[in-house]
């Protein structure tokens, strides 16, 4: 593939002129020399655009998967275009609160929830929970004993469907820590369960099938077996979770939102689903929005075996290469419309050898040494999964819009690697 970058995978508002990338009218290079690399760019405008076409394709009550990028001015920008957030821990429900969002907009998710982590949904006035297991219901039974209203369940339940993506982010199938298996009966029992509860409210049915899922036909038939499922209850909502896939490499499409959504909606239709029936995207939200800058280090050829690429991150700030053996692209933002005749391997400054962050980069033949390399389609499960591995410090984060870079997270510092150790 030595063909320029396609434009689908920048973002909505990234220009090119004279090859120099700017993202929501702020030209690239200028933000790697104010800010430092590595950095993730953001495009604002690109995230209400998705978020916008989520709640027009969904109605109220699609909520926002915070997992897949997260802080304040996220969270805000989410709540602000009509969205609910799905919160999985304690730390995301902290943060989203903090941001302002109130609690009655959030949606606590997670297969583990700690007596604390419920107690403190409660305590804020979260009125919608995704209970996991039979333990969570005693656990939430015993604090409702001191809440004066019913708390609102919706019930996750597993389709038993093989969504066709990596092992780690499959959810749908029978074998998986998630939810009320529907085929052993677990589902009937759990739904059952809340119905003779008097502390509990059942709101609804969840199921999420797995992330970066491409093929229409897996929620489709997702989404018939959650609506048979739920016929026998006449509940008023149906949660058919996220997971709809981005692309991210030269080659890959994937549907739409508006596409996906009218897929799910149309089979819980034809089944005979009369109540509201929503979703929680995430990656599809972020993935696409965001690129990531990063300063070349040092360029090293091996004859007749390979030419390593070094950039001064690596997988402390995308794990995914690593974790799934997900792939990139890559391109120089000075010359965004160059073909890209040389294979490379970009790797990071961590000290380990899978520390790779495009495995079979193409690139111009003009890089060289202190050049600002970009990824795209890195908004989603960076920048929220990155780590301080090495003691490398976390990168900043800029939402652009119109012209206006704003720094929403900053660098870390040395000073920050200490904050919680004691000496």
Request: aromatic fraction near 6%; proline fraction near 5%; glycine fraction near 10%.
């Amino acid at each position: 593939m030595t063909s320029p970058l396609s434009r689908h995978l920048l973002p909505d508002t990234g220009v090119v002129e004279d090859g120099r990338l700017s993202v929501g009218g702020c030209d690239t290079l200028d933000l790697a020399a104010q800010f430092g690399t590595p950095l993730f760019v953001y495009d604002e405008q690109h995230i209400r655009n998705r978020c916008r076409e989520a709640v027009t394709t969904f109605g109220d009550g699609v909520a926002y998967a915070t997992k897949a990028f997260l802080c304040r001015a996220m969270a805000r920008l989410a709540h602000e275009e009509g969205m609910f957030l799905d919160v999985a821990t304690g730390g995301e429900m902290w943060v989203a609160l903090q941001a302002g969002v109130p609690a009655k907009r959030l949606v606590l998710h997670g297969n583990n929830k700690s007596p604390a982590e419920l107690a403190m949904a409660l305590e804020a006035g979260v009125e919608r929970i995704v209970v996991d297991s039979f333990d969570e219901f005693r656990r939430l039974e015993s604090l409702a004993a001191r809440h004066p209203l019913p708390v609102g369940v919706l019930i996750r339940i597993t389709p038993g469907i093989e969504a066709h993506t990596h092992e780690f982010i499959a959810t749908g199938q029978d074998d998986t820590k998630f939810g009320f298996t529907v085929s052993t009966g677990a589902a009937d029992r759990a739904i059952g369960h809340v119905q003779s509860s008097t502390a509990l409210d059942l709101l609804g049915l969840h199921a999420h099938i797995g992330s970066q899922v491409f093929r229409l036909a897996s929620f489709e038939e997702a989404a018939r077996v959650v609506a048979r499922a739920a016929a026998p209850y006449h509940l008023p909502e149906l949660s058919l979770g996220g997971g709809l896939g981005v692309p991210y490499v030269e080659g890959e499409s994937s549907p739409s939102i508006t596409e996906w959504g009218d897929t799910i909606v149309k089979a819980c239709r034809e089944e005979g689903v009369t109540g509201k029936v929503t979703a929680e995207p995430g990656r599809a939200i972020v993935a696409a929005s965001a690129v990531t800058l990063y300063t070349v280090g040092t360029i090293k050829e091996i004859p007749e075996t390979r030419t390593y690429v070094a950039v001064d991150g690596g997988m402390s700030d995308n794990p995914r290469p690593v974790l799934y053996g997900s792939g990139y692209e890559a391109f120089l933002p000075r010359s965004t419309d160059a073909t890209r005749p040389r294979e490379v391997r970009i790797v990071g400054k961590h000290c380990e050898s899978g520390d790779v962050l495009v495995r079979d980069a193409r690139v111009p033949d003009d890089l060289v040494v202190e050049d600002v390399l970009a990824t795209p389609v890195t908004g989603a499960y960076g920048q929220s999964m990155g780590s301080n591995y090495n003691k490398v410090l976390r990168p900043a984060v800029v939402f652009c819009r119109d012209g206006d870079a704003r720094l929403v997270v900053r660098r870390e510092t040395y000073d920050d690697l200490l904050t919680t150790d004691l000496g």
